[in-house]
């Protein structure tokens, strides 16, 4: 037996570095399969793998900031390089040019948006034959809110698209994923709030799929003791200081185990816990708190 056997395989070669660098492999943010995620992901495949509709199901997925809408988009996009029915990626938030959706989703497909900015023909044939040629089955749209919450005259022509590419002349599952409001914006207009499956992402409960999941994530960092799962109380403070989001709960858990790097304790513990503040304080980590999210959120 090793000495690590408390550490996934995976992450057993960073035993080989020293300790600067694994404090720094603590940083690293992985991918930590969970029933919640793994049953979104499923659902999607699913959905893509649907052929003869009129219209390709779609689906919105909504939660407020920390819920782990970025690191399901990542996972999927690793994935995507070895699937067989392909995904494109846009975000709202990758538009420092000012382009539109439409021209974003234009772009990752394959079709020139300079040039058709110029030119006033018909870029349907080509789009089909870029996604049939590709593969192409979704579109993954982060930020949808970005979209969604413009003028009204910027949020038609946006639905408008919405519409057209899970549509038979495309038949593109779209999957959007964006704040809360998004869902409000979506079902304004009926044919949009038919054709939306809308799942939420809910925050962590102390429950055993909570537990399961920290559990998994420590059991991915390199430390060289274990940490005691049999203490609830660990658990309880996880939870409780990191107000049920995942970013906050990874975060929390990526601090505590640098500093056990850098002390010596060697696994996660009730001191560093107990002084999460400081240390967060110290390698510069802020978490998000939740209550100024439900703010911000109520006052869009």
């Known amino acids: 037996m090793s000495d690590f056997d408390h550490v ?25 399969p969970h029933p919640s995620a793994e049953n979104l992901i499923a659902r999607m495949q699913m959905m893509m793998q649907m052929k003869n509709k009129i219209n390709a199901p779609s689906m919105l997925v909504v939660g407020p900031g920390g819920s782990g809408k970025t690191s399901t988009i990542e996972e999927l996009s690793r994935r995507n390089q070895s699937s067989y029915e392909k995904m494109v990626f846009v975000s709202m938030h990758q538009s ?17 948006t300079s040039r058709r900015a110029r030119q006033a023909e018909n870029i349907s044939p ?11 089955r979704a579109i993954v749209i982060d930020e949808i809110h970005d979209a969604l919450t413009l003028t009204e005259f910027q949020q038609r022509i946006n639905l408008s698209l919405l519409k057209n590419l899970a549509g038979s002349n495309y038949g593109l599952c779209v999957f959007a994923f964006g704040i809360p409001d998004a869902a409000r914006v979506l079902r304004r207009d009926p044919q949009l709030a038919r054709r939306y499956a809308v799942r939420s992402l809910q925050q962590w409960g102390n429950n055993g799929e909570f537990r399961n999941f920290v559990a998994s994530y420590i059991n991915r960092l390199p430390l060289r003791r274990p940490t005691n799962f049999k203490d609830q109380r660990l658990f309880l403070k996880i939870m409780e200081k990191g107000q049920g989001l995942t970013d906050n709960i990874v975060k929390i858990l990526q ?3 640098m500093t056990a790097v850098a002390d010596g304790s060697e696994n996660i513990n009730h001191q560093h816990l107990d002084n999460i503040d400081y240390i967060m304080e110290d390698f510069c980590i802020a978490l998000r708190d ?9 006052n869009i």
């Not at 395989?9 to 940083?27: G, P, V, Y």
């Not at 000012?98 to 020139?112: A, F, R």
């Not at 080509?126 to 192409?136: D, P, T, V, W």
């Not at 939740?290 to 109520?298: F, M, N, S, T, Y």
């Open 8 to 32: 996934h395989l995976s992450r057993r070669d960073c035993f080989t570095l020293s300790n600067h660098e694994r404090i720094l492999s603590c940083a690293e943010d992985i991918w930590v």
């Open 96 to 112: 420092p040019n000012g382009y539109s959706l439409k021209e974003l989703i234009m772009q990752e497909i394959g079709v020139q």
């Open 126 to 136: 080509e789009l089909q034959y870029l996604i049939k040629s590709q593969n192409i």
């Open 255 to 257: 601090a505590a185990a």
């Open 290 to 298: 939740v209550d100024e999210l439900d703010r911000g959120l109520a």
